[in-house]
């Protein structure tokens, strides 16, 4: 069993900064890459920054220059440092780990996501 769960949402007025954590926990061999994603209100959920094991980043031009993604690999946690917040950038907040897990015959990886944290950014 593997959990994913997100935290540091809320309520920011426009230019201000948030950070949220996203923790794995569960019985799991490895965790390999892990993103962000976020989804508007009517909109379908969009990618916001991944980052893999080793540290590589890859962001969204809508969001690049203005948020952060890092990962501490021994707390099996993954953060999103965002500033500059716009009213766009209002939305539910995803976590997704890709974790591999031990089974009878080896090992099997999938993506695993949280429940989500609603960001809300005042104009």
């Known amino acids: 069993q593997v959990q994913v769960v997100e935290s540091g949402g809320g309520l920011v007025q426009a230019g201000g900064s948030l950070r949220l954590s996203c923790a794995v926990s569960?019985?799991?061999?490895?965790?390999?890459?892990m993103g962000w994603y976020r989804q508007a209100p009517g909109k379908q959920r969009e990618l916001v920054a991944t980052?893999?094991?080793?540290?590589?980043?890859n962001y969204a031009d809508s969001v690049k220059g203005r948020f952060t993604i890092s990962r501490e690999n021994a707390k099996n946690t993954v953060y999103l440092q965002m500033n500059s917040l716009k009213p766009e950038d209002t939305a539910v907040y995803y976590c997704?780990?890709?974790?591999?897990?031990?089974?009878?015959?080896?090992?099997?990886?999938?993506?695993?996501w949280g429940q989500g944290t609603q960001v809300t950014v005042s104009s």
């Open positions: 569960g019985n799991f061999f490895r965790i390999n890459d």
């Open positions: 980052i893999s094991r080793g540290g590589s980043a």
């Open positions: 997704n780990g890709d974790v591999t897990v031990r089974t009878l015959y080896g090992t099997n990886s999938k993506g695993y």
